[in-house]
């Protein structure tokens, strides 16, 4: 078979993560998209669909929830020391001076939008991370792995013209079940592809007896924001309906009964506005303004009120009920259980692909294998008022420990930057603090 032979799914894969990157992108993104996403009308014609198109709108939705869940998890350092030989990664960690912090938000990003992405590693004079996305993974087995990627090429016929073309590279063994790594390339005249190159990394001269690539994947083969972007274009359906529906029944139209002429015969021109005045001398003829009155707009302005709050359900935990009143406490945790346990699921990924890089990057290095773990603590819980005094009455009825109070105060981040609660009691001993109601 040849080398651009994709494997079972492939395509399905694709389709479902383009979804989800151009609804990420934004509305130019979507209608730049045309009739995929937004169907024609029955008998429009290309100028009427261009109307129809331009008329619709799109509330963001994807992105923003991304950025949301990124920031979730990187809102804190992540725990990462390596020694002298791996340093230089917390600056660059793909050899063209992606820093530590970007590279995972980057990585956050593919299981979001893609659901899983692969990584790998090379070295030239230090080891380096090369991203490859889920589409650019176009086959795998256990003896390979094929990787798509563009090449620029001179055009022939204009030497002034870069034509971009698709490469494959092809990761997998030699006879002797050591690491190489095969370019395929199409040849001149369309006689399909053929190897143009091979290279066999070594590890301080030695061949390497696996493939230092790295897959990252989330619990579903389907990209965590894909449901987002199914009912947000749904939203974008609806919202061009009702823009196109408004456009053509907002305004009330002037109409006209009966034969409306001047004393010469002449069709008689009509005023319409403020401080205008008409006199018709048929006493049959009539003007009217015709108005739209109809159900459906009503309709379907609620179901796109509904599908914007299923989006806000989808990403984020609401807080708060549609009164404005507070949710129960238990409702309130099991909502933070819920959307803590997607967070937990993407940042222990990310952690183990870490890992496991981190471990093919030290043996490449020559160096110990550090710790990379990113922040767990995802939730602001500052405390609020009534919060922190009901935790007060717990303290000062001794249901609670003053280590326990003064941690809370911590993770409420209530106490200055950098304080522990066992600073916190060393400097209540110090200063005579007393807790205890007069």
Known sequence: MPINTTYEGYDLAVKKSTRVRDFAGGEDDVKGKGEIYLPKLGGQTQSDYDDFLMRGYLIPAVSPTAIAIAGAIMRKPAVFEPDSNLDYMIEDVDGNNTDLTQFIGNMIKELLYAGAAGYLVEYTDKAVVKKYTKESIINVSDDYIVLSQE???QDPKDKYIQLTKTEYLEL???????????????GDG????????????????????????????ALSDDPLLLHLANVNHKQYLQSTDQSHGLHWTAL??????????????????????????????????????LTFDGQGMSE????????????????????????????????????????????????????NTMQSLLEIIAEWQGSSIPEYAVNKDFIDVNLDPQTLLAYLQVYQSGGMSLNSFLNLLVKGELLPKGITAEDEADRVETTGVDFEED
Do not use: C
Request: net charge negative; no cysteine.
């Open 190 to 217: 369309k006689k399909g592809f053929a190897i143009v190159d091979t290279f066999m990394p070594t590890n301080r001269g030695e061949p390497l007896d696996r493939i230092p690539f790295v897959f990252t994947n």
């Open 151 to 153: 090449y620029k090429e």
């Open 172 to 186: 997998t063994y030699d006879e002797a079940g050591y690491y190489i790594q095969n370019l395929w390339r199409e």
């Open 300 to 351: 379907l302005r609620l179901s796109i009120t509904e599908r914007t709050q299923t989006m806000a359900s989808i990403g984020a935990k609401m807080l708060f009920d549609g009164s404005g009143g507070v949710k129960s406490a238990e409702t309130s945790r099991i909502e933070a259980s819920s959307e803590t346990a997607t967070l937990s699921m993407i940042a222990n990924t990310v952690d």
């Open 252 to 289: 009330a139209t002037l109409f006209l009964f009966g034969d409306l002429r001047d004393e010469s015969g002449n069709k008689k021109q009509i005023k319409v506005g403020v401080g205008s005045a008409n006199h018709i001398e048929d006493v049959e003829a009539r003007v009217e303004m």
